[in-house]
């Protein structure tokens, strides 16, 4: 997709650096965040993240004139949205955490506003199974002149895809550009429009699955991690008591191909505690 517009929803930690990384590649970069002083700090080519790297290439993406910042969106080519998901405040009767796809919705609803036929939309956000079909629907709520897969399989007018970011905090942009990418089409047409979004800057494998599949996949990683992370921190504990050293314990545990895994998995991510 060279010399296409990509617009990008959400401009935090994942969609900002993500704009500076298709900008620094020369590709036209409309930046959509509904916080005007977000907008503000990136047109003035600094950043409101902390993130290595980071405002150096924002600064270049503005000063060149492929990035810019709006506060809503504008028609493109590809629309990647990535918007917060975190988990409603109220507890349900069930007492499991709800995720907050409202975030999600609204920034569809205002995509819906510019797409035009052969437009591309990828959610990026952490998402429940099943939510990019609910994006398609909000989408499709709101433009009944066009068409989308749900409906109309691989003739439809939108490409519908999710996409979920990868990248670690501190390492975003390395990360970016060097990790594959689990690419999941609501069809394999849909996939193909978002692997040529992509090969604009990915040097990873762009792999394609089903859109739950792809869901999935996110979710599996941070649960994965998650496990592994709690997993070091109670060995940490049981450490302190026994007064092992948990640093040289997990060294050990991971001359192993398997019998180190989880600790190997976790280690890096989060000081272990210690208390
Ligand atoms: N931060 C990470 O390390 C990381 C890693 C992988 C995946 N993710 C996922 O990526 C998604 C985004 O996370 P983040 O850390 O970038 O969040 P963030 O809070 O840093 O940024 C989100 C941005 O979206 C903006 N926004 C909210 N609603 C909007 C709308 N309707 N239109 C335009 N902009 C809107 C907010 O103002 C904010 O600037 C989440 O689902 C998160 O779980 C985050």
């Not at 975190?86 to 999600?104: A, C, G, N, Q, T």
């Not at 205002?110 to 591309?120: F, H, N």
């Not at 199974?129 to 433009?143: I, S």
């Not at 002149?145 to 390492?171: K, W």
Request: charged share 25%.
């Amino acid at each position: 997709m060279t010399s296409k517009r990509i617009s990008i929803i959400g401009l935090g930690y994942i969609g900002l650096p993500t704009a500076a990384v298709f900008a620094s590649r020369k590709q036209k970069v409309i930046g959509v965040d509904v916080i005007q002083d977000t907008v503000d700090i990136i047109n003035a080519g600094k950043v409101h993240i902390d993130e290595p790297g980071l405002e150096l290439m924002v600064k270049k993406g503005i000063n060149s004139g492929f990035l810019k910042a709006v506060t809503s969106p504008e028609p493109a080519d590809a629309f990647l949205i990535a918007v917060p998901t975190p988990f409603l405040k109220h507890i349900s009767e069930d007492s499991v955490p709800k995720p907050d796809l409202s975030y999600i919705e609204s920034a569809s609803r205002s995509v819906a506003k510019v797409l035009k036929k052969g437009d591309v939309v990828i959610l990026e956000s952490t998402s429940p199974v099943g939510t990019t079909e609910k994006m398609a629907g909000w989408l499709a709520q709101e433009r009944h002149d066009l068409t989308f897969p749900q409906m109309h399989g691989s003739i439809s007018d939108i490409r519908i895809a999710y996409c979920p970011e990868r990248v670690l905090p501190g390492n975003i942009i390395n990360e970016l550009i060097k990790n594959d990418r689990v690419i999941g089409g609501m069809t394999e047409r849909c996939s193909e429009a978002a692997i040529q979004v992509y090969r604009s800057f990915v040097e990873g494998n762009c792999v394609t699955t089903n859109v739950r599949t792809a869901e999935m996949t996110k979710l599996t990683e941070n649960a994965s991690r998650d496990v592994g992370i709690a997993f070091a921190n109670e060995l940490s504990v049981i450490c302190d008591d026994l007064d092992i050293d948990v640093w040289e314990l997990i060294r050990l545990a991971n001359r192993h191909p398997t019998g180190g895994h989880l600790a190997a998995g976790a280690r890096c991510r989060r000081p272990l505690h210690c208390g």
